[in-house]
């Protein structure tokens, strides 16, 4: 396959602000492996002292009298000492600080926490005192963790634009007044993955000298570190270096945050890296990763979500919304309702949030709460299009109090997440015209209780209008299990179309992996397409096209119609 268009964006969304997520090449890789494996030696990893140095750790938390969460035994616990496992996601806060009600969209997918990025003034406007007070007064409120960190030190030592982790400890201690006292609900991640590809060695000295910083200044938080290497340590530096770095933490309330995104593409690399973490009993988590592919590799987001499982570490995925380029949005435009196929992975994929996630007991998510909701009443439809259907129902009760609602697709006996919503009533998107849909709800509370389903609601949706756009599909390659397909989409009417929707299904189950020019979600067979910046208008007369990758089996039949914001267009 050829290179992804020069706009594609990873993952970090300030607009026009380019991340490099530099894959690493064969000698490259064996390079930084045998410097990894000389400093574990020198370090004593691999020697009979392992066992005594990983101890240390939990023996200087045991004298610490630790408020708050806090890290015991190489483990992130709440204040009553019981393991708290992250499950959330990041949330692009400094950049579209309108957005902060996400954070109750972000808890409804059953999010535990969240990691909210700002900023202190050095590259972009900085986060007031009082704006950070309202993140945390809405995280508590929306009963979420809350990590807080600063992004102005991304890539420092290869991006110019980078501030330093001097900079952003200073920024935390301007803030020291709003975050006393908040150490059971937030972390304090010092700064966005604070190093390069240039000399990341130099990351070391400046970790341990800003969480000193820190420590003087009287700050008790955990405190969270990213790794080098644009977060991504593939020279292993953190990893040699971690016992050091949190040795020099006083308190011990010290985790560990690696980003897993094309560096980790095989289960070998995710395996070691995390097990030689947890092995050593120092605190992991992965504090960001993606899952579609990019031009430096696919990664193995599945290992990563079950190997977190298996570990019980936290895992915070990249990112809710507003990225240059969507293909990393869980939802776009900030909907829920318009949830990616990457957000349907994280939410209710296998080891996703939705399976996997306990709520703080801070909250009351160690609560001896079994009772469910009751069930919502069956659901009615109104305006319903070509494309969509909004649902409404008589609201659910609770001992405690209801906090959200799943509609599922009902087909024969399987059930398919349709929609979330936190009142009674959601617009379905990503409807098939004519085409037949049964829809039903279930109600949850905060401790996780699940109610029983509602009755079932048919809807059938109406045949699309006839449009002014043509399409046309080809594939331009295929392998065993998978294929490369192209989509040219033209306006053949006199105006301009931006903010397009294409949508379409599939007849022979194949999926849809990764997408370049626009981004894909997909329910069962239907797809829907939404554009990326740089193809987001249509001219008069005029076409964009978008390419993507698919799986298939046996037989990979082309759609046999399209629609373009609803409407049908002609195919050819």
């Known amino acids: 396959m050829g290179a992804l268009p020069c706009s594609f964006r990873l993952p ?52 610490t009298q630790a408020a708050g969460l806090h890290i015991s035994n190489g483990r992130l616990v709440e204040g ?30 059953g999010a535990n926490t969240v990691r909210v990025v700002l900023a202190d003034g050095h590259r972009w406007s900085a986060n007031t005192a009082s704006d950070v007070a309202n993140v945390i007064a809405q995280c508590k409120a929306n009963r979420l ?64 000298a800003a969480i000193q910083k820190l420590r003087n200044a009287g700050f008790q938080h955990t405190i969270m570190v990213d790794a080098p290497n644009w977060g991504q340590d593939w020279q292993q530096v953190m990893r040699t270096n971690a016992q050091s770095v949190y040795a020099a933490d006083t308190t011990g309330n010290l985790i560990f945050s690696i980003h897993m995104y094309s560096v980790f593409d095989t289960a070998a690399e995710v395996t070691d890296y995390l097990n030689a973490f947890v092995n050593a009993k120092l605190p992991i988590l992965i504090g960001e990763f993606g899952g579609p592919a990019d031009q430096w590799g696919d990664p193995d987001e599945d290992t990563m979500m079950a190997t977190a499982e298996q570990l019980g570490i936290g895992y915070l995925a990249w990112s809710w919304s ?36 306990k709520e703080a007991t801070v909250f009351g998510g160690g609560s001896t709460d079994t009772q469910a909701p009751t ?59 004519s085409t037949a849909y049964s829809f039903a709800v279930y109600a949850r ?18 045949a699309a209008p006839a449009g002014t756009c043509s399409v046309g599909y080809r594939v331009v390659g295929e392998w065993q299990g998978g294929f490369q397909g192209e989509i040219a989409i033209r306006n053949t009417g006199t105006a301009a179309v931006s903010g397009w929707k294409l949508g379409f299904s599939f007849a022979d189950g ?32 005029g076409s964009v096209t978008v390419g993507f990758i698919g799986s298939k089996g046996a037989t990979n039949t082309a759609p046999g119609a399209f629609t373009l914001n609803g409407a049908a267009c002609v195919n050819g």
Request: proline content about 6%.
């Open 12 to 63: 970090h969304p300030p607009p026009g602000a380019a991340v490099r997520r530099t894959r690493k090449s064969p000698l490259t890789t064996l390079l930084a492996r045998l410097a990894a494996l000389v400093g574990l030696v020198l370090l004593g990893v691999l020697c009979p002292g392992t066992a005594q140095a990983a101890q240390e750790p939990a023996a200087r938390q045991s004298a």
């Open 80 to 109: 009553n000492g019981n393991d708290f496992v992250m499950r959330g996601v990041n949330h692009a806060h400094t950049w579209y600080p309108n957005q902060l009600g996400s954070l109750a969209d972000i808890k409804a997918q």
């Open 145 to 208: 963790i809350c990590v807080l960190e600063v992004h102005d030190t991304t890539g420092y030592g290869e991006d110019s634009a980078a501030g330093t982790l001097d900079q952003a400890a200073d920024y935390w201690i301007g803030l020291k007044g709003v975050l006393a006292g908040q150490e059971d609900y937030i972390i304090i991640n010092i700064g966005n993955e604070p190093w390069g590809n240039t000399d990341p060695a130099g990351w070391t000295a400046p970790t341990i």
């Open 322 to 357: 507003g990225n240059t380029d969507p293909i990393l949005d869980l939802v776009l435009n900030f909907d829920p309702a318009q949830m990616t196929s990457w957000g349907k992975r994280i939410f209710n994929g296998a080891n996703g949030i939705a399976q996997t996630a």
């Open 375 to 433: 069930a919502p009443g069956t659901p009615t439809a109104s305006a319903v299009t070509a494309t969509s259907a909004r649902l409404s129902w008589t609201a659910s009760t609770d001992n405690v109090g209801v906090a959200g609602y799943d509609v599922v697709r009902v087909s024969g006996g399987t059930e398919t997440k349709a929609a979330s919503a936190t009142a009674n009533s959601v617009t379905v998107t990503g409807l098939t015209a």
């Open 445 to 462: 509370d905060a401790a996780g209780n699940r109610s029983t389903r509602s009755a079932t609601v048919n809807v059938t949706t109406p």
């Open 510 to 541: 194949q999926t849809v992996s990764t997408m370049w020019g626009g981004t894909a979600a997909q329910s069962g067979g239907s797809v829907t397409v939404t554009p990326a910046s740089y193809t987001n208008t249509i001219p008069a007369g």
